[in-house]
Each structure stands twice: as C-alpha cells, then as structure tokens.
C-alpha cells in the first residue's frame, strides 16, 4: 500500500487534482487521517473560513448600496454553511469507523 504525499497543507478536494498527491484507498500520511477524512477537514475549514469572510462582503455590498448583490453574498455565505455542516456529518460518520484512520478512532 502506498502512503499519501501531501505537497501542500490542504489537497485538493478530489484525488487526481494534486499531481504532487499519491493516493490509495486507505492511505494515512504523517496527519494520521485517511486521503477523504483530511479532504472533509479541509473543505469544512475553508467552507467556515470563507462564510467569515463572506460577511465583510455583504457588509461592503450593503454599505455601497447594493442589496441585491448584499443578497447574493447572503445565499454563497448559506451555501458554505451548508457544506460545512455536511461535512461534519460525514466525518461523524467515518469517526471510530475504522476507515478513517487513527487520528477520527
């Protein structure tokens, strides 16, 4: 079995997107999590970042008199949300599973 290689500290979401990346089924690198838990991690970390940063946007939109875009800043910000707490779910899921390396048993 091969082990993962990470070339930056957040891969890509989908395996294949990082050349520098090489990946099996089961692959725990020096994080201790498998290649998808790490890939759930990230993503909800930066679903959360940007929702932070979201809120400057709507602010900046609204300040300049722009509701409608203040309200599309609103429904993207939604969205991370979503995906973040999706996220969460499936990490619940592989948590003490077996399949998601030692650092989520």
Do not use: W
């Amino acid at each position: 079995m091969r082990t993962a290689v990470v070339a930056a500290p957040f891969p890509a979401c989908h395996a294949g997107e990082n050349s520098n990346r090489k990946v099996s089924a089961m692959a725990t690198g020096e994080t201790g999590f498998d290649d998808v838990s790490f890939d759930l991690i990230s993503l909800q970390y930066h679903s959360l970042k940007a929702g932070h940063d979201y809120g400057q946007y709507v602010r900046d939109a609204r300040t300049a008199g722009h509701e409608d875009i203040a309200a599309f800043f609103e429904q993207v910000m939604a969205q991370d949300s979503e995906r973040a707490q999706k996220c969460h779910e499936f990490l619940r899921g592989l948590s003490g599973s077996g399949d998601s390396g030692p650092a989520l048993t």
